[in-house]
């Protein structure tokens, strides 16, 4: 079975799994106050290139979105996303499971722009019942979006001008981080990240971890008590030094965003092979997440020796998705692309 | 000033006040567990056509939506709602509070269709992620809707149908139920609305009360415990009696009905008296909500001797709401379309 | 049957209906944004004796104590209070709903002290597992309390030192405000809760309104959007003007402190009575609540002809409170004490 | 140092990395869907000894806690729990969190007794304010306990039986489990726990595992769509069958089992030890925590070589806790117990 169905599909990259055995054996205090930890947060933040942000590792992607959206919220309000956010599609209500409304504004190919932004909060505040309407009070953007697309250093700009002059803050999921980082394309590099945004995730489950994420506050006063959110919302590990040790193993010698960069270069050979196919994408995506448009009879015949994602069911066509990793080889795409001629016929 | 805000500007109908007054000095059990909520709830369930309904009376509106939804759903349910709906649009996020996203389909003039509710569940059930997603739990309409617009009888079978057929509780929010039990072309009866909802609300303050909701279960086992969620929702009224009073008095000898009747006339008067000087309406409404398109100078001239509510504010138009209730007089409405005769110029 | 059942048997005193008959008729703008609660606030303030502290009024006690108290916490923090507190023993759980947790002290005759509260966070920060454990972070007080007693002067301002010293706001129901500053051997002014506490709750309900609390921070920086907390859990009332006009009824020519202590003064005349006859009390009480300990077969014989509160059972023995208010009559009180006499046999 | 801190000091036993490494390079679904997870399944149905009873995995055993206990209450129910149970102490309001309260008895050396359980039942029943009261609504126990002690099988049956008769599920946390079963004096096999309780989890974080608790609803009812429930808590590890080769792993040949016994045979030995060099044991435990009075001076010589937890702070004594696990050797037991007969002086 071809393997294009996620990037988490795989265990984590050997460096990690090497990492993990050469620490077997030894006692650390636990819930992430070890020395592995710190040399990560140390290694995170030389690279975001912030002094002092403060940084946590939590086992997932929801759990980080949850966790970080209900500590930084008051009850009354409710966080921006883009219609496609995770936090919105994808997570069984884990925001509303907290106490607050998602505010969706129509997606810009999976982006928020800051005109979006600006929209709701001065439709909510020229409201005549505003106090009847869930108070804006921070912005969630992905990079890469769920639809494999990415922020430009000017979109990122405006947006993270905008929220400043609003008050709110910008808040950026990184799970597919390393992938956005190095797109075709992209000119937004981390130091960017870090200084237009007040905290973000780097992805670790997605980008080569066997599991994890970590957080880091740009803006170091939101990340108060953390500790305790983290605690509270069941993403703090007692082994915690498993989160830092995988951190501290992929984001050394640039291991992280060369693993990026493979993925994307094979989604992207994946993409133009599918093209020279005759096969149409379903959205322009620079990144390791490729969506195309298939007669179902086509999909259904290639499930049977490739695994991918079903994006939306039609009638006669189906968008599938095709995601490619750290794990991914040339190979496997020569021979995807040699299925995909055959089924077209 | 004239009043055509909403339909709660003024205090109780006057058999309200009445009632209250008649009952001064004497003593009650609290919480509702009194002869008069007795009284008022058998008056109830004998108009209602449902031997044994459970019913009981909360405090307010968002209170009634908020605790009957939070208390019928499981956590990773939730509830289906018109983008227009109550509780999506002017409750400051009182579901979400509760932990519960409300998932939204468009609505149609207001209402959630039969089909709506259909792709929400269908769509949710063949997604690939489906457990990554809210599971719909529930479904949430009003009547009169938000936009002044009734559900014929045909529509509310057809939903009550499909609410069954997936086994989802139908949840009537009646803040304006009189309004449309009695409004133009309508064929829905009280009966109708008892039969094919699982729960609804029998409006109290829009409706000439002082304040209060009436809550009736049709599905008895839905009722289960209710008193908890009413008490830890903050909705018990520690004097109960004056909840059950006020809908003893509204219900008695057709006060409630005829009472929307005169609202809803003076409405369609003042609609129809505006129609003919040219103004156009925004949305048709048979009820006691009349939206209406004003230049914005006429509007702002208007404002100076008229209360009206403003929804939507363009740089040449807007679009304004006047409301009548069982205060309005013929003469205030003579009044504005007098005054909006002068202001056409 | 004599009416010692609790304090929210009878209606609203006879200035508060008249009241609201008097403004029968007009037109207010709704939730709260009206003359009449804007005067009623003036009047608070006046009374309180601070300046622009912010008023605003709730439908209940329960609606006022989650709204305030899950308006001040971050998610991770807990409110302090007595396991008496009626936050702990009697709303249902309405602070855990809003996620919260009560961190209960023993109580000291139903009151906080302030080295309960010092102790509470010094073992907090010396525990190792500090951030596993539910932050402080603020403390819930009544006045009276649930068991008729009171702070004094000295206490309130050991436990506001206290708190100010640990950065805890202090929050104090007053649903029973009226008859804690009156009542016999107290010492505390209005003056003193308005200086020595954050936010307070002026208490209607029990003490002749027909419902609703009036809730003043006089920490005017703790009330930050506290309207859309109000609305969001269900406690803004439509027609708000009818909260402001019985707290401006209530307030006028020192009537909530004369009914207070015509309250206590019967308590105080039936608790000696009692006294007298042999029955022993279950807790000193100087106010409007008295607690006794009465034999199984008094206890219902006396229920024939008095509805009264049952504390605790027993096998031989029930504690039962007989509480008055505005309502109870001089009367009342003799005939109970009659009645007791002839029970005690 | 010697590691006595927690039984969480170690990386995973060695047949658990062991098998991580076997299967790296593969692929798989996600989210727990894999082959590996379904063996394991079915390996612990088998020990367990109940067909077709659901398991899941999750992170850790706060997200286990939270996530049960969450999809099992309704809103106005609560959790019936011994003080010092770990929801209630050490999870930093996670239960509350959800919305729901922990409704504390007074442990008995750490257990709930099903006299506790009636008791709490029953008064809640005869309040007259029982409705004002949060529902008990379910039962959790620990196992081992926070205290190192142990159900006895007549204990357990008793609970049971009880909870049984009063409809609330019983929960057990088995963080700890495998040091339960095989605990000193204690007559509890699996197939009593799967039994007696409705759902447990077996704990892996602290038994030998990277991270992970396998929940296992032996009342199949109860599990109803709690895969939604574990999504919505950010519980479910994209990577899921990392979680399932561990428990594969851990319970082959015995492992499990054989490493608890092997953990608390030396924590016997070293009570023992201490017994013998006069110190004095904190409660009674039969398994792999022990807990120690210690001079001041003592504990702060000894944490120059040992790490190990402070439970209690006094002036002059400390009660301390000395944790084994399945890295602990006889070797550092005996080092523990020669350092501290040099300590005793």
């Avoid at 008590?225 to 007692?238: P, T």
């Avoid at 997440?289 to 259904?300: E, G, H, K, T, Y």
Wanted: some cysteine.
């Amino acid at each position: 079975m071809l393997p294009f169905l996620n990037d988490y599909q795989h265990g984590g990259h050997p460096a990690v799994l090497a990492y993990l055995q050469s620490i077997q054996g030894q006692a650390f205090p636990g819930y992430g106050e070890d020395a592995i930890c710190s040399a990560a947060a140390d290694r995170i933040r030389a690279w975001v290139g912030i002094k002092g942000a403060p940084v946590h590792f939590v086992s997932g992607g929801t759990q980080a979105n949850l966790t970080v959206i209900a500590s930084l919220l008051r009850p009354h309000e409710g966080v921006i996303a883009a219609t496609t956010g995770h936090i919105n599609a994808h997570e069984t209500g884990a925001v509303e499971a907290t106490g607050h409304k998602v505010l969706t504004v129509e997606n810009a190919q999976g982006k928020v722009t800051a005109d979006a932004v600006r929209e709701v909060v001065t439709s909510h505040a020229n409201d005549e019942a505003f106090e009847h309407i869930v108070k804006p009070g921070m912005v969630y953007i992905s990079h890469t979006t769920e639809l494999g697309t990415i922020y430009q250093r000017a979109e990122l700009e405006a947006l993270s001008t905008t929220c400043r002059a609003l008050g709110l803050p910008l808040y950026l999921d990184g799970a597919r981080l390393g992938y956005g980082l190095t797109a075709e394309g992209g000119d937004l590099s981390i130091h960017d990240v870090a200084r237009l945004t007040d905290v973000f995730t780097i992805g670790g489950t997605k980008q080569g971890a066997l599991f994890g994420e970590a957080i880091v506050f740009t803006n170091a006063a939101l990340a108060k008590d953390f500790r305790y959110h983290i605690k509270q919302r069941g993403g703090m590990l007692a082994k915690g030094w498993l989160l830092g040790a995988q951190f501290d193993a992929l984001l050394k010698d640039d291991l992280y965003l060369s693993l990026s960069r493979h993925a994307n270069a094979l989604a992207l050979q994946l993409r133009d092979g599918l093209q020279n196919l005759g096969f149409a994408l379903a959205g322009a995506s620079p990144s390791n997440q490729q969506f195309v448009r298939l007669p179902v009879s086509v999909a259904d015949a290639l499930a049977e020796s490739c695994a991918f994602g079903t994006i939306t069911q039609g009638e006669k066509e189906r968008v599938v998705r095709f995601c490619t990793s750290w794990a991914t080889t040339g190979e496997q795409v020569d021979e995807l692309v040699e299925a995909m001629e055959r089924l077209r016929g």
